[in-house]
């Protein structure tokens, strides 16, 4: 820390004083120079306002009383273009090149969909920046896959798991895979789907691993979780592990990445909460089992690049009441689009509700406050088909939404088949299971070419969506608005 001595406090204080006068005085003088200009007034009437926003972003119906608080108008491109000269316009069509996706993001979301990709998932995330990533992940990404993958599956003991619950949607079952799957490395097993009952048969079309000789399970979408499957015996295996016998008392994470974990954290003087290790480790679980194998890739990509699927609109023009059509829906997804996804359908057993407003308020409140870089722009998923109902009828929901950023929203999103039910419910409305669950995946794929996620943990697939944006992409740094509340998914195991 730096000291001041007393005299030279005494004069910043001054110089302070000082400066905070003029810039009164000179606000002051601006304020005549707005006043002899036609005033403007920013009018919200606080009964058209709800409780929320009147407390939150203008308490009481409150505006500032200060007269140079004022909209201002747009700029207007016609009379600027004529001050500019020839060489200052041509520098334009370059300057505003810049608003395009970089090409590196460009490669890595390629990458993610595995397009113009040679290598494994492994090498993807291999070919991420660090700094985006979940900490240590391309370490603990590798650490896993060793264990599952060793160079020799002789000798090895293994961990035979079976369907245990058949009900489940994708991203709970995939949930229960690993929480299994770190059972396994913590014991020094490797896990092994049960051929005779896999996990996730019900999932999928019954024939989808007929070709393979196998029964339908998770493998049919997702890389094989074991190189070593053929190596199983009744002597080397066993079909239960009890968490009891976990060496080192975590009944999460396995001892070593727990200790790694912890050692990254004390490097940057932090203390590791438990809470933390957990979403950590478990982020790197989703990732490692979440990984579409090349057959799942190739029909992502067909799905993605579908143009009649995926919907543009901007509610800024409207035609006969309905909001103009986006003419091109783009690949990727423009930088400054926000992932919603509004989980409703059955959830309502295990959480409440968030209504799909409030998941607007929570993106309009950050996208407010970070005027430079974020727009109210955004690719909305849901299983609710009245979520896109309402999302196509909303403009804004902040009273005054000429004041930042661009006006209203823009919003995307998909039509495919949806029903404000159960996952199984959902999957029913295809013919073919398997393909329907891969429409799923790859609206989560598209969600993660967004850059700023809202959603609600309280449900799997939003889990799902952090992790992978963290483990599989470099977006870890991106912000995550929950839109519910934290008591609803804080110490979810
Ligand atoms: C598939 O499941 C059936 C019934 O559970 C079983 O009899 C059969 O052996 C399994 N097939 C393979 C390849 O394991
Ligand atoms: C934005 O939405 C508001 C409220 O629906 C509407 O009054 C306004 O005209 C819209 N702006 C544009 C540019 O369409
Ligand atoms: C859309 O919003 C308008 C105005 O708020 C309302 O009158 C209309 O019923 C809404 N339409 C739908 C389909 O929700
Ligand atoms: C069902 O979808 C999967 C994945 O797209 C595809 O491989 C399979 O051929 C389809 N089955 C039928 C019967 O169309």
Not at 144 to 161: A, E, N, R, T
């Amino acid at each position: 820390m730096i000291s001041l001595s007393r005299p030279l406090k005494v004069a910043l204080g001054a110089i302070f004083f000082i400066s905070v006068s003029f810039s009164l005085y000179y606000f002051e003088t601006i304020d005549v120079i707005i006043q002899k200009t036609k005033p403007i007034v920013t009018r919200v009437d606080p009964s058209t306002l709800d409780v929320e926003q009147i407390e939150a972003d203008f308490p009481m119906g409150y505006k500032n009383p200060r007269a140079w608080f004022v909209p201002l108008p747009k700029p207007n491109e016609r009379s600027l273009l004529k001050i500019l000269s020839k060489e200052q316009k041509a520098l334009l069509p370059n300057l505003g090149a810049q608003a395009r996706l970089s090409s590196r993001q460009q490669k890595n979301i390629e990458s993610f969909y595995g397009i113009k990709r040679q290598g494994t998932w492994q090498d993807h995330i291999n070919s991420l920046d660090d700094e985006g990533l979940a900490p240590l992940t391309k370490w603990a990404q590798q650490y896993i896959y060793d264990h599952q993958h060793p160079k020799s599956c002789k000798g090895k003991k293994f961990y035979v798991l079976e369907e245990k619950a058949t009900w489940y949607g994708l991203g709970a079952a995939i949930r229960v895979v690993f929480r299994e799957l770190e059972l396994a490395i913590s014991n020094d097993r490797i896990l092994v789907l049960d051929p005779a009952n896999p996990p996730g048969g019900n999932l999928m079309s019954k024939d989808c691993a007929a070709h393979r000789g196998k029964n339908a399970s998770l493998e049919c979408i997702i890389e094989d979780i074991t190189s070593c499957a053929s190596y199983v015996t009744e002597e080397n295996s066993v079909r239960e592990l009890s968490i009891a016998g976990v060496p080192g008392g975590n009944k999460f994470v396995p001892p070593l990445p727990a200790a790694a974990f912890l050692t990254y954290m004390k490097e940057t003087g932090m203390q590791l909460t438990g809470a933390v290790l957990r979403y950590w480790w478990h982020a790197q679980m989703y990732g490692y089992l979440f990984r579409p194998n090349k057959a799942t890739l190739a029909r992502m990509v067909e799905m993605r690049m579908d143009k009649d699927t995926h919907k543009g609109i901007d509610t800024n023009v409207w035609v006969d009441g309905e909001p103009k059509p986006i003419k091109k829906f783009p690949f990727p997804l423009p930088p400054s689009t926000a992932s919603i996804h509004i989980r409703h359908g059955d959830k309502a057993i295990e959480g409440r509700l968030i209504s799909t407003r409030d998941y607007i308020v929570a993106a309009e409140r950050f996208i407010l406050r970070n005027p430079i870089l974020w727009r109210k722009r955004a690719f909305v998923t849901t299983e609710d088909p009245s979520a896109i109902t309402e999302i196509r009828n909303t403009t804004g929901v902040n009273p005054v939404p000429t004041s930042f950023a661009n006006q209203n929203w823009t919003w995307f999103y998909s039509d495919i088949p949806r029903f404000d039910g159960s996952p199984f419910q959902n999957f029913r409305l295809s013919q073919n299971r398997t393909d329907a669950l891969i429409i799923h995946i790859t609206q989560l794929w598209m969600a993660i070419e967004c850059d700023t996620f809202v959603g609600n943990r309280n449900s799997n697939w939003n889990k799902l969506i952090d992790s992978i944006r963290c483990v599989l992409m470099d977006k870890c740094r991106a912000p995550y608005l929950d839109a519910g509340y934290m008591a609803d998914w804080l110490h979810y195991p």
